[in-house]
């Protein structure tokens, strides 16, 4: 190896596993955001008030960035079982992470219509 080169290349693998860490590591933060938020169950009010501040159109927009964690992370994680479980099945593994990033893109717009919509259409 020549001086300054590095064993990373930014194929398709290494950002899958990338994407993979970061996408598991936002959804483990927003399960604890969600513990908090329902051990204030006890306490109508601030529940409430917690509820009306997630009715921000930023915090919608944040709803929207989970739901593409959410997808990709499970996409992803299906497409590691394939690899460890069925090796010779998958004979193109940039096609398969490709389709499966591009899965997660158009569900991800297609859930992220129905969580903004409200801000569109006045009924929020």
Partial sequence: MSKGATVYKGKSGQWAFVLHRV???LVFLFLLLHIVDVST?????VYNQIHQL???????LF???LLF?????????LRVIMIDFWPGVIKNEKGVFNF???LAIVL???GG????KPFFLGAH
């Fill in 113 to 116: 219509w129905f969580i903004v």
């Fill in 100 to 102: 499966m990033l591009s």
């Fill in 41 to 45: 169950l006890n306490d109508p009010h």
């Fill in 63 to 65: 709803e929207v960035g």
């Fill in 54 to 60: 997630y009715g921000n159109i930023f915090l919608r």
């Fill in 69 to 77: 964690a959410l997808l990709f992370h499970a996409l992803n994680g």
């Fill in 23 to 25: 996408t598991g590591f």
């Fill in 108 to 110: 991800t717009i297609i």
